[in-house]
């Protein structure tokens, strides 16, 4: 049975006699319980597949640059580097990390 119908049910029989009355004050109770349940799932389902859309956008973008690129790096060029460098970490005095924008992490000793 449909929710609407169900609590349509339950409100109409929550007038009858009072032993019955608890009975359907619980469904209905219970139907609100799982619509409010719902409605939060709903909403965390629509905020992942935002988050999805923003991350497919960001890897489309990434491939984009990386088909244009060329394998090697022969000359320093700052936009692509700027493109697919987030950050550079330093460990120590002797090594680094670079974090790629794909999540990709490269440790290098500075020798």
Known sequence: MPFLEQAGACKRTASSPKKDRRKYQDQLKAL???????????????????????????LKNAVSVMENASAEISE????????LVDTVKVVSREKIIVCLRGGVQIKQDMV
Do not use: C, H, P, V
Request: no cysteine; hydrophobic share 35%; glycine share 2%.
């Open 76 to 83: 320093w060029d700052e936009s692509m580097i700027r493109q």
């Open 32 to 58: 609100l319980d799982e619509t409010t349940a719902l409605k939060e799932k709903r909403a965390f389902i629509q905020e992942q597949r935002g988050k999805n859309a923003a991350a497919f956008t960001q």
